[in-house]
Nanobody
Framework: QVQLVESGGGLVQPGGSLRLACAAH????????MRWYRQAPGKEREFVAAITNAAGSTDYADSAKGRFTISRDKSENTVYLQMNSLKPEDTAVYYC????????????WGQGTQVTVSS
């Protein structure tokens, strides 16, 4: 079955780092654009970072630029989000998303992993 499984979330202090992982099952990430979104309590889900299925080009939300890095390991069929210099405003549930760019016939989501940044 098709499945995205996020992991790596947890509780960190401001300024700390976390590395989130999104393991894909049932399909190859080589054929999909992979994205990270996050949703904080009371707020809409927002885009965080993306990496293309072609050349691996990346894109980041303004809030993530300079602090977050998205990458992929095709051999492990896994996408990562390295998060540095974390701020309390980064607290949210982080979701992995896969789209078959550019056709956009499929839209897969993971269950989310909680990231809490607090002293």
């Amino acid at each position: 079955q098709v499945q995205l499984v996020e992991s790596g979330g947890g509780l960190v202090q401001p300024g700390g780092s976390l590395r989130l992982a999104c393991a894909a099952h049932g399909f190859s990430i080589s054929s999909y654009a992979m994205r990270w979104y996050r949703q904080a309590p009371g707020k809409e889900r927002e885009f965080v970072a993306a990496i293309t299925n072609a050349a691996g080009s990346t894109d980041y939300a303004d809030s993530a630029k300079g602090r977050f890095t998205i990458s992929r390991d095709k051999s492990e069929n896994t996408v990562y989000l390295q998060m540095n210099s974390l701020k309390p405003e980064d607290t949210a549930v982080y979701y992995c998303n896969a789209r078959d760019w550019p056709l956009y016939e499929y839209d897969y989501w993971g269950q989310g992993t909680q990231v809490t940044v607090s002293s």
